[in-house]
């Protein structure tokens, strides 16, 4: 059988679930099983290449074929408020069979709640049943999320939307493996549209962000970075959280790059340039990857001034020296928090929701980011210094940021305006002597 024929009869005839590429880079789909006990009935296959789940759905296809298996399947017409309570239901199931992260689940089944209210408060979408929606049911939904915020007083937001949609799109995902929905229209389509790409609800308009980013770079000067760091986030009060900004500011690192980063990945140069080796990043489940966005990110040394070097030597110091940690992937940003054993807490790598939760804490009053703004703001405006006070040449700048495309560096990074600048010392700001 062909790779096509093979999807099909996976979703049509054993209710299997879509293709995904999980955190860690690996593939994954799964099959109900009728009486099976463990891990919430289902059966999985995971390999490392997409090509060679083929062989194995095809090996189930087979059995199923001949009666060596049976899959559970339910032919019901489930509303969307219904099909999230029974996915609550499984979610919650998760924390019979010990799973590693109660957190996380508590925030997905709040999160799905939320989604069925906002199904709720429209008539059309809410008593439709799901394997039915299409496109005009899916706008219903987009305005539906926009009536609620607006109802609070809160403006439309592009990230909300964008969240509320992606549970929306776990919850289709959820209803093809346990309802055998095949839908012709989905999520995914619907937010493909060429209006609802123009239409700014699911998609940052690309020059208002950069116009956002220039006004920041014209507010943002170098002595403006010195004050946030020794007043708004100081090492005194907050530690980990200005050794983590710190090095965003002098790095230009992406955010899961830099929480991925090890004691082992801060190099001392043979020639007196000190650098940070980029070989790996954090997922969303709070594990580590070997590889970064793009290719030319992989394995890439990223330059650092001898204040940087310092700083973080004196750092990794003080977590090797600390009793109470126990850190035993030697992250260098950890979460401490977790398994807490006689005192001890084990180090974790940090996940996306905690990292934006916790950003927010430090940028207040004159610090402030406008929506859409977080970490992304320190690597363009590092990009931005090494450019505008020629530190560095475009090349190098787009090589350090792991960027394969230079024009993406010039586009979306490098956001130079018409201010006068003062002149400065390129070695003190290399030294990392100037904020």
């Not at 987009?142 to 799109?169: D, P, Y």
């Not at 406008?370 to 700048?397: C, G, L, V």
Request: proline content about 3%; some cysteine; glycine content about 6%.
């Amino acid at each position: 059988m062909d790779k096509l024929n093979i999807e099909r009869d996976w979703y049509e005839k054993l209710s299997g679930s879509q293709i995904t590429q999980l955190g860690n880079g690996k593939w994954q789909t799964y099959i109900p099983i009728e009486g099976k006990v463990t891990d919430l009935g289902r059966q999985r296959i995971t390999v490392i290449k997409r090509q060679d789940l083929y062989p194995k759905m095809e090996r189930l296809l087979n059995m199923h074929k001949m009666g060596k298996l049976r899959v559970s399947r339910k032919e019901l017409n489930h509303t969307v408020a219904e099909m999230i309570l029974n996915m609550q239901i499984d979610f919650r199931g998760k924390e019979t069979f010990g799973h590693r992260d109660k957190a996380w689940i508590t925030r997905t089944v709040n999160q799905l709640g939320v989604v069925s209210d906002i199904v709720r408060t429209d008539e059309q979408i809410a008593r439709k049943p799901f394997k039915e929606w299409g496109y005009s049911d899916y706008d219903a939904f987009r305005l539906a999320v926009a009536n609620v915020k607006s109802q609070r007083g809160v403006g439309v937001s592009i990230s909300r939307t964008k969240r509320m949609f992606g549970f929306l799109g776990q919850v289709e995902s959820f209803a093809r493996v346990k309802y055998n929905m095949n839908n012709e229209f989905r999520v995914c389509d619907y937010r493909s549209e060429k209006y609802i790409q123009q239409s700014g609800f699911l998609r940052v308009d690309s020059k208002a962000r950069r116009i956002k980013l220039k006004k920041l770079m014209h507010t943002w000067t170098i002595p403006m970075m010195a004050e946030f760091f020794n007043q708004q986030c100081t090492y005194e009060e907050f530690p980990l959280w200005h050794m983590i900004l710190y090095t965003f500011a002098n790095t230009g690192l992406r955010n899961a790059e830099l929480f991925g980063l090890k004691y082992s990945d801060i190099k001392r140069g043979n020639n007196s340039t000190d650098f940070i080796q980029v070989n790996g990043q954090c997922d969303r489940a709070r594990g580590w990857v070997a590889h970064t966005k793009s290719e030319a990110g992989d394995n890439r040394p990223v330059p650092i001034g001898r204040g940087l070097y310092k700083k973080l030597t004196n750092w990794i110091e003080q977590l090797k020296n600390n009793p109470l940690i126990h850190n035993p992937d030697e992250i260098l940003f950890p979460h401490a928090m977790g398994n807490t054993n006689f005192g001890i807490q084990t180090c974790r790598y940090y996940s996306a929701p905690t990292r934006l939760r916790l950003f927010r804490k430090f940028m207040t009053g004159k610090f402030a980011m406008p929506e859409y703004m977080a970490f992304h703001f320190f690597r363009s405006w590092i990009a931005t210094q090494w450019k505008a006070h020629e530190i560095w040449n475009e090349y190098d700048i787009g090589v350090y940021m792991g960027h394969e495309d230079l024009n993406v560096t010039k586009g979306s990074y490098i956001a130079l305006t018409n201010t006068i600048l003062d002149k400065i010392d390129i070695q003190d700001f290399k030294d990392n002597e100037l904020f």
